[in-house]
């Protein structure tokens, strides 16, 4: 099934998340960019603003991060920022 | 001879406190150093997605960058030096001071200037004791290093590297820390990371692979621009996670052997006692014999 999408969320100190999700949102640096599986292969610096993952599940994660970079390769994404507040969780 | 008895008694007393002390720090490091390994293993997704993405934007542009350009304009160059801020951890700060010199003295052969940036107090006296000059210190935190303090020295060090020649500027940053093999082995490690090494880069990071032909946003020198940095501090906070392991695993194996050492000499000292009492008790008796065979000769 390559409708679902590998996710490492890492910050400096540790990893912060990971899973599979349905699609993520980032702030790139043009604009909001939503992946979904089969994305094709993107390496984007990350502004200030809010990563939103659906999971697999269907849960709803959300973090606001300051900047950093994101990696889309194979429905593997890696998310790495430079620090992120606590994830808000919120019904869908 | 009751004198002796006494002296020794006093030594064991005072080895068996010892004692306690060195199986208090042994205990203490032991505790610590589980952690100290978590933490350099749950540092190491962010370098290797760091260094992942360092190597596909090399190998798949030709940008240049300063940080990957041999700067010519100086022979200035910065040394950094990770060490402990407390001994009792057997030749750990020995060692990493004694591979900073021998590098120092590399450097300067190849007709460089060394500017000296040190971190951990152990290090920062040996220095001051010879008056060398440091152009920057950081104390208070070798076994246990937050990232702000990486950041803090990652930051200097950057800045130190793209300032022009005349405002004290550095060709070259280096780093010297030991690094954490295991449990036994710790082994000083000297590693330039300024200008950084493309062939590094260059090289399939970690689980290998060809990397795909990536997309980039929004474009290759943005990219490697918000890049290097971090990967310059990961490279940085790394090196303090790997020295704060190493240095616990040191003091470990150090206190652990002064505890073995307390023992043999408390067993040492109770066997000179035990000799010395006998010794008292054995001329206190010849003492009374002689005594009585005095008064019953005298009758």
Known sequence: ???????????AVGKVWSGKARQVS??????????????????????????????????????????????????????????????????? | ??????????????????????????????????????????????????????????THSDVTHPFLAQRTDTNRVALLLIASDRGMAGAYSATVLRETERQIEKLQAEGREVDLYVSGRRAVSYFSFRQRELAGQWIGQSDAPQYETALEIADTLLERFRAPADEGGVAEVHVVFTQFVNMVTQRPRVIRLLPLEVVEGVAPAGDGGPLPLYD??????????????????????????????????????AMHTATDNAEDLIRTYTRLANQARQGEITQEISEIVSGADALASAS
């Not at chain 1, 099934?1 to 910050?11: F, H, N, P, R």
């Not at chain 1, 292969?41 to 959300?62: D, F, H, K, M, N």
Request: glycine share 6%.
């Open chain 1, 1 to 11: 099934m390559a409708s679902s999408l590998e996710v490492d969320l890492v910050d």
């Open chain 2, 216 to 253: 980039f946003e929004p474009d290759p020198e943005t990219v490697l621009d918000a890049l290097l940095p971090r990967y310059f501090r990961a490279r940085i906070f790394a090196s303090l996670l790997q020295a704060a392991a190493s240095e616990l695993a040191a003091r470990q194996r």
């Open chain 2, 1 to 58: 001879m009751a004198g002796s008895q006494r002296v020794y008694k006093q030594r064991i007393k005072s080895t068996q406190s010892l004692k306690k002390m060195f199986r208090a720090q042994e205990l203490i490091a032991a505790s610590r150093i589980g952690r100290a390994r978590d933490r350099v293993a749950l540092a190491s997704p962010y370098s290797r997605a760091i260094t992942r993405a360092v190597s596909a934007v090399a």
């Open chain 1, 26 to 92: 980032a702030p790139a640096a043009d604009g909001q960019i939503g992946i979904l599986a089969g994305h094709t292969p993107i390496l984007s610096v990350l502004r200030e603003g809010e990563l939103r993952v659906q999971t697999a599940e269907g849960e709803q994660l959300a973090w606001h991060v300051d900047g950093g970079f994101l990696s889309v390769d194979s429905d593997t994404v890696t998310v790495v920022v430079d620090a992120l507040s606590d994830p808000t969780t919120s019904d869908h």
